[in-house]
């Protein structure tokens, strides 16, 4: 992804991960239905589907990445598991898809270093056992915990540029 002078990246990028068609896998999907038109032109909302690899084309070095999605198996059902990026490695066995957000996340610090954001935070809803009303319950749990987390990167300082690499070496007598 290029930069283009004017182009003006939102500092926040919301990834919803899911799809409408299976309940349990909605989180992503719904929640980003109830965040739009909440938060400005500063926060962009992206619907990456199911497949974890699109969420490469939303990383743009913002401040803050915020990964919403389903879980099974990593709390009480309906309950809101909250990783921060360097916990992400341990939230990549729970996906429901085969490649998901957090593996995504792991390629592109790989492959693309330089479009990391500056915090990522995986907003996950365990959503064994739940039932459709359950389910909108805990999509306003993480609704809440994304609030918080969108207000906390607004009003920090904004993140040192990131360098990659080292200097040019300097030529000899030059």
């Known amino acids: ?20 068609l299976i309940s349990q896998a909605r989180v992503g999907p719904r929640v980003l239905e109830m965040a739009a038109g909440r938060y400005g032109e500063d926060v962009e ?34 309950e809101v598991v909250v990783f921060d ?4 490695a341990a939230a990549t066995s729970p996906s429901v898809h085969q490649i998901g957000p957090a593996e995504a996340l792991v390629i592109a610090r790989h492959l693309q270093p330089e479009t990391m954001p500056g915090r990522t935070v995986l907003l996950l809803a365990e959503t064994g056992e739940l039932d459709e009303s359950q389910l909108d319950t805990a999509c ?20 040192t540029p990131r360098r990659i690499g080292g ?5 000899q007598g030059a």
């Not at 003006?8 to 990834?15: D, G, L, Y």
């Not at 200097?167 to 030529?171: D, E, P, S």
Request: aromatic share 2%; charged share 20%.
């Open 167 to 171: 200097g040019c070496a300097r030529q």
């Open 85 to 88: 990026a360097e916990q992400v």
């Open 1 to 20: 992804m290029t930069s283009v002078p004017g182009d003006r990246r939102p500092a926040v990028t919301v990834a919803g991960v899911g799809n409408w």
């Open 140 to 159: 306003e749990r993480v609704m809440a915990e994304l609030d918080a987390l969108i207000r906390e990167a607004h009003s920090a300082p904004a993140a």
């Open 45 to 78: 909302l992206a619907d990456i589907g199911s497949g974890g690899l699109a969420l490469l084309d939303h990383l743009h070095g913002q401040r803050l990445l915020v990964v919403v999605d389903a879980c099974v198996g990593l709390g009480q059902p309906g």
